[in-house]
């Protein structure tokens, strides 16, 4: 079942750059889709699209049902954490903002801590944690408001590698208990076909769609898949279509 | 470190009292061209009868004055953060108040208030308040705007916004304006005085300096001088203390040097 179609989309800036040119894509329910592109490509746009941050020049961003865009997470390539305040209070600013009551969403926030590992990091300001840790932190405050859709703009490109593939084993655990539909946007090769059902390949200046490609290994994928020949399969093919995309 | 940090400054102004004292005593300096610090405490300690009411009413002008600074400062950076034509339409006229020299609009000031202390309070916080304006706007503009998309994501109004992010991103930079401003608030309650040159019960440092000119009472004119300058120095550290204490959990500027 599709979630949300993006049909026709082009995106001109103020300045007269533009970033995306008749970008088509469907979103299905529940799935893990990538999208993997050079930068400039205007992946980034299209989240914020998406997420309804910036109006579309053409083109519709449709959606399956009338709850449009009520629940959303958001995973920025920074933290982006309120550094005046305690994990908990940042992990909880979604729900203050909805007016959910103090009580209540201390108790969920403790919760989506607890679910991305950092049980008993509550009271802790976000200049004692580290990189990983800020970003598990920016992933429970995405999670807190049990989204149908999340949406992340390369939350992990700043982090080292062994973080890195911590946070995708932990996500992918994330996303399979929870259900919930991820677009994540990601410049890696081996970062979209580790964690994706689906591939959308995009060429730069302006953005458009180039390949899509299905990353059909189940799940759960294990760290023997990282060393795996059929990974390493995928990635030549995620490769060569990226490669396609950037020469065209 | 902190030892060395209190210790060496306080070293170095034993050793150049020493040598003042030295100086005056060793060339028969006479008072009225130049006091030794031992006779300027003597008379710090006998004129305080005089000194001390005065030395309250220029502490009173100068936290009246960073008060009024904070809060018409304060409010109209947040009035300038919410509307931006409330921003195009007034802030020129806040930077003709601050580049205008206050000497040179002392007279006029004292002439429409028509009372000495409600003119002096007027020249301290014109000089205290744009610090105060111009750090809070900066302060209320430096937000990440990524956070602005996600309180735009989760439906914050401006109020919310306001409240929620801008005001807690903008406490450091106000802070830093306070801090200016309090020893601004002091040199515009003395500077206004000197050009008010008031005389009679209700008279500030400022006065005890000129009138000890007019008397060639030097050594009173020095108690006076240092009793300004020990006021700004408190301002300054209580205000240094404050931002600390608001500032420590959480901001770059209040973390432990490594």
Known sequence: ?248 | MIGAKVIAPIVLGILMLALWEGIVRAAGIEPYILPGPILVAKTLIADWGTLEPSLLVTLRITLEALAAAVAVGGLLAILFSLSRWVELSLFPYAIILQVTPIVAIAPLIIVWANNVELSLLICAWLVAFFPILSNTILGLRSVDPNLLDLFRLYGAGRWRTLVDLRLPAALPYFLGGLRISGGLALIGAVVAEFVAGTGGNASGLAWRILESGYQLKIPRMFAALMLISATGIVIYLLLTWLSHLLLRRWHESALPES
């Open chain 1, 1 to 248: 079942m599709q979630l949300v179609g993006v049909r026709g989309v082009s995106k001109v800036f103020a300045n007269g750059v533009e970033a995306l040119a008749n970008v088509s894509l469907d979103v299905q329910a529940g799935e893990f889709l990538s999208v993997l592109g050079p930068s400039g490509c205007g992946k980034s746009t299209l989240l914020r699209l998406i997420a309804g941050l910036a109006e579309p020049t053409t083109g519709t961003i449709d959606w399956s049902d009338d709850k449009g865009r009520a629940d959303l997470g958001f995973v920025f390539q920074e933290p982006t954490l309120m550094p005046w305040a305690t994990a908990l209070a940042n992990v909880a600013l979604p729900l203050k903002l909805r007016g959910v009551a103090k009580s209540e969403r201390e108790a969920r926030a403790a919760e989506a801590l607890d679910n991305v590992g950092l049980k008993g990091f509550m009271r802790v300001w976000p200049r004692e944690l580290s990189g990983g840790m800020k970003m598990r932190v920016s992933l429970a405050r995405a999670l807190v408001v049990k989204p149908r859709l999340l949406l992340m703009d390369e939350p992990f490109a700043a982090l080292d590698e062994i973080t890195r593939h911590r946070l995708n084993d932990d996500l992918l655990e994330l996303w399979q208990a929870s259900g919930v539909t991820v677009v994540f946007v990601t410049h890696s090769v081996f970062e979209s076909v580790f964690l994706s059902q689906r591939i959308v390949v995009m060429s730069a200046r302006p953005g458009r769609v180039s390949a899509d490609l299905a990353v059909t290994t189940p799940y759960p994928r294990s760290q023997a898949f990282r060393t795996s020949a059929e990974y390493a399969a995928w990635c030549r093919q995620a490769s060569s279509r990226l490669g396609e995309a950037m020469a065209a």
